[in-house]
C-alpha cells in the first residue's frame, strides 16, 4: 500500500446546502471575468466566498478543480502538490510525473517543477477553472511567489479564481 499525502476531501468542491440563498449578481460577476487570467475574491470570515465559488461551480460548464488551503499547505512541496493533485480529479495522469519527483529525496527546485508543470498544462487544449479557497493561510513568500509565477505564465485555458479573507498584493 503507498500512502498518499494528498487529503482528498481538501479537493472537493463545497456542496451547497438546503437553503441557500442564490446570489445571481456575483455568480453573473464571475461569469463576466472568467476569461481573465484571475479573479480574486476577498472579504472578511463568514462573508460566503466559499459558499459563492461552489455555487458558481455547480452551475458552470467549464471543468472546476478546487483546492481548499490551510496552513499545512503554507509550504512550496505542499502548496504544488496539491495544485497538481486537483487538476489530476479532472485529468487524473497531469502531473503525475512532476508529482512523483515532488514526493522524491533530492527533487529539483520546486520553481522548476512548477514550469514543468506549466509546460505540461499548456499543451492541454481544454478550459479549465482552478479554484483557490481560503489563500489567506498562504503566509510564506516562497509560497506566494510559486502562485505569482504561475499566474505570470498560466496557459490560456487555464483560469483561477482565488477567494482569501485578506488582499494580496496582485495586480492582475
Given at each position: 500500500m503507498t500512502l498518499d499525502p494528498i487529503l482528498k476531501t481538501k479537493l472537493f468542491i463545497l456542496p451547497l446546502?438546503?437553503?441557500?440563498?442564490?446570489?445571481p449578481r456575483l455568480t453573473n460577476q464571475i461569469d463576466v471575468n472568467i476569461n481573465k487570467k484571475v479573479t480574486f475574491i476577498s472579504a472578511p470570515a463568514g462573508f460566503g466566498k466559499s459558499t459563492l465559488?461552489?455555487?458558481w461551480?455547480?452551475?458552470?460548464d467549464l471543468p472546476v478543480c478546487w483546492v481548499s488551503l490551510d496552513p499545512s499547505e503554507d509550504d512550496p512541496v505542499k502548496f504544488l502538490s496539491y495544485l497538481i493533485a486537483s487538476v489530476q480529479n479532472t485529468w487524473d495522469d497531469l502531473g503525475e510525473s512532476?508529482?512523483?519527483a515532488l514526493r522524491a529525496p533530492g527533487s529539483p527546485p520546486v520553481d522548476m517543477l512548477l514550469n514543468s508543470w506549466i509546460n505540461e498544462l499548456s499543451e492541454y487544449t481544454s478550459d479549465f477553472v482552478?479554484?483557490?479557497?481560503?489563500?489567506?493561510?498562504?503566509r510564506n513568500q516562497e509560497v506566494q511567489d510559486?502562485?505569482?509565477?504561475?499566474?505570470?505564465h498560466q496557459p490560456p485555458q487555464l483560469h483561477l479564481l482565488i477567494a482569501s479573507r485578506a488582499d494580496l498584493p496582485i495586480s492582475y
Open positions: 446546502r438546503e437553503g441557500l440563498i442564490s446570489r465559488l461552489a455555487e461551480a455547480a452551475r458552470t512532476i508529482l512523483s482552478l479554484i483557490l479557497d481560503d489563500f489567506h493561510h498562504i510559486l502562485l505569482f509565477n504561475l499566474i505570470d
